[in-house]
């Protein structure tokens, strides 16, 4: 595939010079006088990002300093991910490309207080390569024609992120066939909704899911087949067969119908939809986000584009949930520069993970990856986990970590170079070898979306695993197009310059009191623009029409709901967002996010949500007690409880707590209006099979709400 160079390096500010004379003035007077002024003061003199001439509504606009307008696609000819995907396997078709690792027992093992755990010994990787993967994808897209499926109609995946997951994906891109994605946490109702609205007649799922639909098969009416990529099809699923008429295959079935039965491809234009995207958003019924080969291809351009020296030897540990657009661009991307995909899962990723057999290897260690993604609560839990393994060991290993860590710290902002370098090596060498184990010790980059990420697990991460953080911020509307940052900027708490497929616009929310005036930065609601924004939500006009506007230039702009503001080196940085702001009483305004984060820096939060609402003057929260904090202190006081719901009612428990959220807030030099004046301590956590928060771990403040609406209303009244 030849990359189209001129629009990636277009506006890096090459100059030639020709005459000698000229070279040697250069190199003897200027050479080291840039070097000097370079090593002083780098990170401040970088534009990341420039004014970008933009249409539409009056703002602050700013593009990617690589581009002048956005790009479309980093390769020359390939405007679909059908034609990435099939280009991509002819250059590579020998290498490696779909790894998954073989089980070698399940075994379950009983707890001390009775419940028991499945725990899995898996071997090695065993890969298929780029040309077995596109014979496959080919045989998948043909055995689903000669299952009946015609291309008009839509095929739903509604599994974990597998490598059939993929297969699939690309054996319906080939047929032109748009690909509905579910996330398999997804509710009943919610998977109802999805599967209803876009009239799926196929759906392809894990054995796992195949359950979860024959439950629900008597409100599926456009259902006809299944596609079970388990070979354990549940043995009574003949039933179903007979009653509602669903036809019901393995996925080997299907790849080896196809195989005998060859048809040729129908392939897509960039205009095409590929995917509709099911968000679990945090209110109400899910919402289906039509995406085009285009949108995505400009996505897995820019990526592709602005993550330095990306080759075949890079290796990408898969593990979240490809109906998260973040994974499959992340995937897509892989794919392009002939990598290898190892397939992992949330449960098995460490050594130490969940479902992993103790003594045996979990998926980072086996695999060694060089890239992985990951959503923040992810990068936390790591952050957790290092932390409390370094604070179990105490005496000398504490010690040390902690005095290296500073030291690394402090040298953050310094040069990389001379006596600095060796030191980061003797503390790599001798504390941080043993963290960076932990996921396989190669890792050199990681790709960071969903939510923000707090500068001090950004921190920690770059320096306990060594590896550079790509900071992105995106949606799913815009198919995680927006901004991403740049892996030379050592700076934290900001996502960086706009994407060079997007063009990204502050515009006034006067109600709010953003204003693209403000000093001494710009800020605003976050408008995205650009070949990624997609077509909009799928049968609903009105919410597209609402959030979605083209401007008098033809270019796509949506609208986010999010606050930011621009950095003078044209990064952004995102401050708020709409939704979560409410007026008390007597007019403050309090920014819901932004006092959670605050608080949740309590070691007794496990999660909270603070609530407001203009007829009070104060505000409350429902607060998920952290179970291993709140015990230690009953039992440092010597509380007595029957269970820890019973803790968590004792008045003393929620002073406790409150004492703490307290300190936190002031810390953060929280307002007086900003702490809740009165808490309600929780003992059950909040997860996505709750339906409480998302699949990316945000909250769904509406369902929170209604669930625990008694608790809120005698919170005020009290
Ligand atoms: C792909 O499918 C869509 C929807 O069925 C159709 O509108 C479009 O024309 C097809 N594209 C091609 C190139 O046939
Ligand atoms: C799906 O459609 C069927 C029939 O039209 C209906 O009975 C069912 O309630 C619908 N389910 C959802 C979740 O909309
Ligand atoms: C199939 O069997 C499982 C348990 O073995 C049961 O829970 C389920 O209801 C059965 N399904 C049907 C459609 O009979
Ligand atoms: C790095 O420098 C910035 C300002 O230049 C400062 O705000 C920050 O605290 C410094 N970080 C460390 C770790 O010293």
């Known amino acids: 595939m030849r990359m189209i160079l001129n629009d990636v390096f277009l506006g890096s500010g090459l100059v030639y010079f020709s005459s000698p004379k000229m070279s040697a003035y250069i190199i003897g007077v200027l050479v080291p006088l840039v070097f000097s002024l370079l090593l002083r003061s780098t990170r401040n003199e970088k534009r990341r990002g420039l004014p970008a001439d933009a249409g539409g509504e009056p703002g602050y606009a700013i593009r990617n300093h690589r581009i002048t307008s956005p790009m479309k696609s980093a390769w020359e000819g390939i405007s679909t991910l059908a034609q990435l995907f099939e280009e991509s396997c002819k250059q590579y078709a020998d290498k490696p490309l779909l790894g998954t690792r073989k089980l070698i027992s399940r075994e379950v093992e009983v707890s001390g207080d009775g419940r028991s755990f499945e ?18 994808a080919c045989n998948f897209a043909s055995g689903l024609a000669q299952l009946g499926h015609r291309r008009e109609e839509r095929v739903a995946i509604f599994a974990d992120t597998r490598k059939e997951w993929f297969i699939a994906l690309q054996g319906c891109f080939r047929r032109n066939v748009t690909v509905v994605t579910i996330y398999s946490s997804l509710g009943e109702e919610a998977l109802c909704h999805s599967l209803n609205e876009t009239e799926v007649t196929t759906v392809v799922c894990g054995a796992k899911e195949l359950k979860k639909l024959v439950d629900i098969s008597g409100q599926l009416d ?5 596609i079970c990529m388990d070979d354990e099809v549940p043995s009574n699923i003949s039933l179903v067969e007979g009653s509602r008429g669903w036809t019901v295959k393995s996925f080997a079935f299907v790849e080896r119908l196809g195989q005998e039965n060859p048809i040729g491809p129908d392939l897509p234009l960039s205009a095409d939809v590929a995917v509709i995207m099911y968000t679990s958003g945090s209110t109400g019924l899910p919402k289906g986000v039509m995406m085009t080969h285009g949108n995505i291809l400009a996505t897995v351009s820019s990526v592709m584009t602005i993550v330095p020296g990306l080759s075949p030897k890079d290796v990408y540990l898969a593990y979240l949930p490809l109906a998260h657009v973040l994974e499959l661009a992340a995937e897509n991307i892989v794919v392009s520069i002939g990598a290898p995909i190892g397939y992992g899962s949330p449960l098995t990723l460490t050594d130490t993970s969940n479902k992993i057999k103790k003594g045996t290897q979990g998926d980072a260690s086996m695999l060694r990856p060089t890239i992985m993604a990951a959503v923040p609560a992810i990068l936390d839990r790591v952050r957790d986990g290092v932390t409390k393994k370094v604070a179990a060991k105490g005496g000398l290993s504490k010690t040390l970590f902690n005095f290296a860590y500073a030291r690394r ?13 060796l030191e980061r090596f003797l503390w790599d060498f001798l504390v941080f070898r043993k963290v960076r184990a932990v996921l396989g010790g190669r890792l050199r980059f990681l790709l960071s979306g969903g939510a923000p990420l707090s500068g001090d697990t950004q921190r920690f991460i770059n320096i306990c695993f060594g590896a550079t953080i790509g900071q992105g911020y995106g949606l799913t509307e815009t198919c995680a197009g927006g901004t991403f940052s740049e892996f030379d900027d050592t700076s934290v708490g900001r996502v960086g310059p706009p ?6 616009k502050l515009v006034d929310w006067p109600e709010g009191g953003y204003l693209t005036s403000d000093s001494p930065m710009p800020r605003g609601e976050i408008v995205i623009g650009g070949p990624s924004v997609t077509l909009g939500y799928f049968k609903n006009e009105a919410k597209t029409n609402e959030v979605y506007k083209v401007d008098e230039k033809g270019m796509r702009w949506f609208y986010s709901g999010d606050i930011g503001q621009f950095h003078a080196d044209g990064c952004l940085e995102i401050i708020d967002r709409k939704k979560d702001i409410v007026k008390l009483q007597h007019g403050e305004y309090v920014s819901l996010g932004k006092v959670e984060a605050a608080l949740l820096v309590s070691p007794y939060v496990d999660n909270i949500m603070l609530h407001a609402d203009p007829f009070h003057s104060y505000c409350v929260a429902l607060v998920v007690a952290s179970q291993p904090a709140v015990e ?5 006081q010597g509380v007595v409880f029957v269970d820890f719901s019973d803790l968590c009612e004792k008045e003393e428990t929620v002073k406790e707590v409150l004492n703490s959220l307290i300190k936190a807030a002031k810390k953060a030099k929280l307002e007086k209006f900003e702490i809740p004046a009165k808490i309600k301590l929780l003992s059950e956590p909040w997860t996505p099979e709750t339906g409480l928060v998302t699949a990316a771990l945000k909250l769904k403040r509406d369902i929170l709400k209604k669930k625990f609406s008694e608790d809120l209303s005698k919170l005020y009244a009290s």
């Open 119 to 136: 725990k899995l010994h898996l071997g090695e990787y065993e890969y298929m390569s780029y040309g077995q993967t596109f014979e496959a």
């Open 222 to 226: 456009t259902v006809k087949r299944v």
């Open 409 to 421: 710290l402090s040298a953050m902002n310094g040069s990389w170079f001379g006596a600095r370098g």
């Open 499 to 504: 994407l060079p497929c997007s063009f990204v």
């Open 632 to 636: 230690g202190w009953a039992a440092q």
